[in-house]
């Protein structure tokens, strides 16, 4: 199963009902794919929700720094 790690903003973000941002996310691990639904970690390493992604694992990695570029819909994230 794959998990985002996000940052203290994202997860912020997140409680208001936000999309998941790249450049919210610290690391991605896991090989998931486009689609799949990953679970979403806090920087205390709580699992936070889950979210079904539009990026596979590669790209979340490759796209970290990106500012427009979304990981997660608002409408396909559930937090915990």
């Known amino acids: 199963a794959g998990q985002i790690l996000v940052d203290a903003g994202a997860e912020k973000a997140l409680q208001q009902r936000k999309s998941l941002l790249t ?3 610290k690391k991605a691990t896991g090989a998931f794919t486009a689609g799949e639904v990953v679970q979403l970690m806090n920087e205390a390493n709580e699992i936070i929700g889950v979210a ?6 590669n790209e979340v990695n490759n ?3 990106q500012k427009n570029s ?3 819909h608002a409408n396909d994230i559930v937090l915990f």
């Open 23 to 25: 450049i919210g996310i």
């Open 63 to 65: 796209q970290i720094q």
């Open 52 to 57: 079904k992604v539009k990026l596979d694992c």
């Open 70 to 72: 979304i990981a997660a």
